[in-house]
């Protein structure tokens, strides 16, 4: 959130609608502030805050070199988005909606039964910052996602899985809905 005082507001608002909030006082996470936690219907644990600490140069290594090389990593720049799995994803786009002013961008509907499927959520000019799809299973992460600036950034990003063996599903890729990326 943009200043500490926006975290009572969103407190207030998500008590309202029946949602069980929790303070946490800062310095419980090193260099982070005061947070609000909340649970969505879909078992989802979500943390606001307002203040972080910028941290020091670089994580900590065992046998260092004599000087700290600054950590580069795959270049991303900030949080993009993340999409969520769970059973009742239309509570859990509620509480965005009514308590953390969202708005629904898109919807998957099955056309048959008029379930939805998926709910595309954003608080910026981005197509979504979140998103929750139905899934018969609650708590389950589908992906998240980073801002890289440029394709070379993101052949960069490529190197890196490849050369670090992380697991990788897919990608990149650009969504059907919302045209996400």
Request: net charge negative; hydrophobic share 40%; with cysteine.
């Amino acid at each position: 959130v943009v200043k500490d005082a926006d975290l009572n507001h969103f407190a207030e608002r998500l008590l309202d609608i029946g949602v069980h909030v929790d303070v946490i006082p800062a310095g419980s996470d090193p260099g982070v502030g005061r947070k609000i936690r909340f649970n969505t219907p879909t078992q989802h644990v979500f943390e606001l805050y307002a203040e972080m600490e910028l941290s020091a140069t670089g994580p900590a290594v065992n046998n260092p070199d004599v000087w700290v090389i600054e950590p580069r990593g795959m270049r991303a720049t900030r949080f993009d988005h993340c999409a969520l799995n769970g059973v009742d994803i239309s509570a859990s786009a509620k509480i965005f909606v009514d308590a953390l002013d969202f708005s629904v961008t898109e919807e998957l509907v099955d056309e048959g039964s008029g379930t939805r499927l998926g709910i595309f959520l954003s608080c910026s000019n981005k197509a979504h910052d979140v998103a929750f799809l139905g899934y018969p299973e609650d708590g389950k992460i589908h992906h998240t996602s980073f801002n890289l600036e440029s394709w070379h950034d993101v052949g960069h990003a490529a190197d890196i899985i490849s050369r670090y063996d992380i697991s990788l599903d897919i990608g990149p890729t650009r969504h059907g809905i919302t045209r996400g990326q």
